[in-house]
């Protein structure tokens, strides 16, 4: 399917906005300087036809820049060294790419993120200087059937999830003419108070994942061809996993005052016992579960819930192949928990205090200072998971209405994997993972074969 940019427009923050370098804390510093790229589909309508897109999202991205003007800015490398990056409030702006295509939104079936899909996002070289690479790009894309597309793209380093939503909701909100709009929270030393640190960090969570026994490194695991799957779990199928995870956490604890296991440690334990068996692990390998939890809230006192940035913490669950396989989800659902559970306002103002001393945070990003692939793998034997399913993601209407999709872009590698709510609201989740070819077609049959039973 064949995309063609048509125009290229410079959107810069509507009003006078500060200008001068805005402090990045260790949280942002180990994030990648690169994209999160996300896609939404909109179906053709008399409200659609009825307006000038690029005009609309020119317009009103310009107004939403004026609050969130660190994103009109521009990143660069830090004299400190290390790695470490700095935020120049420059106003250089946020490139909106106008396209076309022959192709239909009916053309993408069930929005599989794939390189059709990767044609939709605005693409980046990594290999430009830093200070010439835009925090936020978008892609407006016309089909032949009057629908369209818009691609979005965050650096990792201004944002997570909940602050890019923020983001993405006051512009809708200022493309609509409606209110009220909520300003970001822009301060970043929030998160490094003069607060004592209380406990010491351990360091276990960061370091490199395992290897696959018998193999030094991960480098014959990277060359391996990788596809991707879209998966559908309905509501009931979420629920027999909890059941089946519940079950021996009540034979454990009872049910006197006892938390059963939730939607996303139930699914996410399936997904790992999955991938375990589908790769063909001997019982001794060691596997490790990644993903990260939001700690907004686990702070003391809780960071405003209007905090732009990014505040999230690596977790990590581990164990032996074997033992996820021999014993029971509840068991594999208990070590996601007790990761969770680690996550307290001290653990997380020892990990930022840790982050803060590193001498350099490049081994965190997945690219290097050229573009190429480096960091840690988090594929075979290991998984990397990102929830989706707390977030607000849904009713992303410019004016013409909400959006039919919203997904990942084709981002992933091995083991990456996404659980993301149906959008219907109907307790449902969708699936997007990414796994060696060779390991795909018994995963899917794990992953299904369960409920038959």
């Not at 010439?132 to 380093?157: A, D, N």
């Not at 290897?211 to 629920?239: C, H, M, N, W």
Request: glycine residues 8%; hydrophobic residues 40%; neutral net charge.
């Amino acid at each position: 399917m064949v995309v063609v940019v048509r125009a290229t427009h410079i959107v810069r923050p509507a009003e006078l906005t500060p200008d001068g370098v805005m402090y990045l804390n260790s949280c942002d510093q180990i994030k990648d300087i690169t994209h999160t790229p996300t896609i939404y589909f909109y179906r053709h309508s008399n409200k659609l036809e009825a307006v000038n897109v690029v005009s609309v999202l020119k317009d009103s991205l310009g107004k939403a820049l004026s609050l969130f003007y660190p994103l009109a800015g521009r990143l660069n490398w830090a004299a400190e060294g290390g790695s470490r990056v700095e935020l120049h409030c420059n106003g250089k702006g946020v490139p909106i790419f106008e396209a076309e295509s022959e192709g239909a939104v009916e053309d993408f079936g069930d929005f599989t993120p794939s390189p059709a899909i990767q044609a939709l996002i605005p693409s980046v070289d990594y290999t430009t200087p830093i200070d010439e690479i835009p925090l936020v790009i978008v892609q407006v894309t016309r089909f032949r059937c009057g629908g369209l597309s818009i691609g979005l793209g965050i650096s990792h380093v201004m944002a997570d999830g909940p602050s890019a939503l923020h983001f993405i909701d006051e512009w809708t909100k200022f493309a609509r003419g409606v209110g009220p709009v909520i300003p970001p929270f822009l301060d970043r030393k929030a998160l490094e108070t003069e607060k004592p640190v209380h406990c010491k960090f351990d360091p276990s969570v960061l370091r490199p994942p395992p290897t696959l026994i018998g193999q030094e490194d991960s480098l014959e695991q990277r060359k391996k061809p990788i596809s991707v799957a879209f998966l559908s779990l309905t509501k009931l199928q979420i629920e027999k996993l909890r059941a089946k995870a519940n079950l021996d956490f009540y034979k454990e604890n009872g049910n006197e005052g006892s938390r059963g296991y939730s939607r996303f440690e139930a699914v996410a334990a399936h997904i790992w016992r999955c991938t375990s068996k589908a790769r063909g692990h001997i019982a001794e390998q060691q596997t490790s579960l990644h993903f990260v939890a939001d700690f907004r809230n686990k702070m003391k006192p809780a960071l405003p819930r209007n905090y732009f940035g990014n505040a999230l913490i690596r977790v990590e669950a581990t164990d032996k192949s074997g033992n996820l396989l021999t014993n029971s989800m509840g068991m594999a659902s208990r070590k996601i928990r007790e990761a969770v559970e680690k996550v307290t306002d001290d653990t997380v103002r020892a990990y930022l205090d840790y982050l803060k001393g590193l001498p350099d945070v490049g081994r965190f990003r997945s690219l290097d200072n050229n573009g190429r692939p480096k960091g840690d793998f988090y594929g075979n034997p290991n998984l990397a998971i990102i929830s989706w399913t707390a977030l607000p993601l849904y009713g992303t209407d410019f004016g013409w209405g909400n959006e039919i999709h919203l997904g990942p872009g084709p981002m992933g590698f091995d083991g990456k994997t996404f659980i993301i709510p149906g959008r219907e609201g109907d307790g449902s989740f969708k699936v997007a993972i990414w796994l060696q070819e060779e390991h795909m077609d018994a995963f899917k049959k794990c992953f299904y074969d369960i409920f038959d039973k």
